[in-house]
């Protein structure tokens, strides 16, 4: 036991730490181990009420977790093999990025939201080989809706 409240122990190929205050194992099992997919994605909402049903209502995602009244709330496509997307409330911070949600149709998602009252770019064809536009959710967050033309 070392000094400041953990055991370190290893055999070459497996190293265990326990830490006392919270259990802390990492194995080093000497092959190249790589990210398998990306599971979720987690933003600050200011009112979760709002957030969930921009998402739910007006994206058309499903809650697996939380609701409208919760302080965390996990949504995704209809399809469920998506990554999730999770909502925690909280100070929200704008301008970190950008999550990209890839639609049927570009510009009949895109007549719809404005339809629903909301102001998205006018769609546009990406050098890259897809068609999208920017929508900020009510967090100022960047959406952007896409497909591959």
Known sequence: MH????????????SV??????????????????????????LKVASM??????????????????GEDAYFSSLRTKHGKDPI???????????????IFYVSDVDRFWAYLKEQGLRPQRPQDAPWGERYFHLADPD??????????
């Open 17 to 42: 730490r326990l830490d006392c205050q919270s259990i802390l194992i990492t194995l080093f099992v000497g092959t190249h181990v790589t990210v398998e997919k990306l599971s979720a994605v987690t």
């Open 3 to 14: 000094e400041r409240g953990y055991f370190a122990a290893t055999d070459g190929n497996l």
């Open 49 to 66: 009420p709002t957030s969930v049903r921009f998402h739910r209502d007006l994206l058309g995602l499903e809650i697996i977790y939380g």
């Open 85 to 99: 997307l999770n909502l925690e409330s909280g100070n929200s911070v704008a301008q970190w990025g950008r999550l």
């Open 140 to 149: 100022g967050h960047e959406l952007s809706f896409a497909r591959p033309i």
